[in-house]
C-alpha cells in the first residue's frame, strides 16, 4: 500500500515536501511517479523518475519549482515543491508507474495527501 504524506496549507511562494513510503513492498525496483487531482478537472502528471532515479520527468506546469527525488535504501521519494501557486492547490498522489515515457502509466496508488495553497 502507497501513502502519501506531507501536505497541509502554506502561502503563495511557500514550499512544502511531500513524501511517499510504501507498506508491504519495495518501491526501489518501480518507477514512481506523482500526480494530482482537482475536482472537476482532469488528473494531472506531476513527475515521474525511473526506479533508478537516473530517469526523472516533470509536467509542464510545474517544470523549475518542483523537484522529485527517491531513497531506495528508506524506501520513501519525495517530491519538494517550491514556489507554490494557488493553482496548485490539489491532492497529490504517488503512484507505481509502468512508464516514465509520455503518457505516463500510473499502476498502483494510495490515499493522497491535500495540498492547499492560500494567503
Known amino acids: 500500500q502507497l501513502q502519501a504524506y506531507g501536505g497541509g496549507l502554506v502561502q503563495p511562494g511557500g514550499s512544502l515536501r511531500l513524501s511517499c513510503a510504501s507498506s508491504g513492498f519495495s518501491l526501489a525496483k518501480s518507477h514512481m511517479g506523482w500526480f494530482r487531482r482537482v475536482p472537476g478537472k482532469a488528473r494531472e502528471v506531476v513527475s515521474c523518475i525511473t526506479s533508478n532515479g537516473g530517469d526523472i520527468t516533470y509536467g509542464d506546469s510545474v517544470k523549475g519549482r518542483f523537484t522529485t527525488s527517491r531513497d531506495n535504501v528508506d524506501n520513501i521519494v519525495y517530491l519538494q515543491m517550491n514556489n507554490l501557486r494557488p493553482e496548485d492547490t490539489a491532492n497529490y498522489y504517488c503512484?507505481?508507474?509502468?512508464?516514465?515515457?509520455?503518457?505516463?502509466?500510473?499502476?498502483?496508488w494510495g490515499q493522497g495527501t491535500l495540498v492547499t495553497v492560500s494567503s
Open positions: 503512484a507505481t508507474v509502468i512508464t516514465c515515457e509520455v503518457p505516463v502509466e500510473f499502476q498502483y
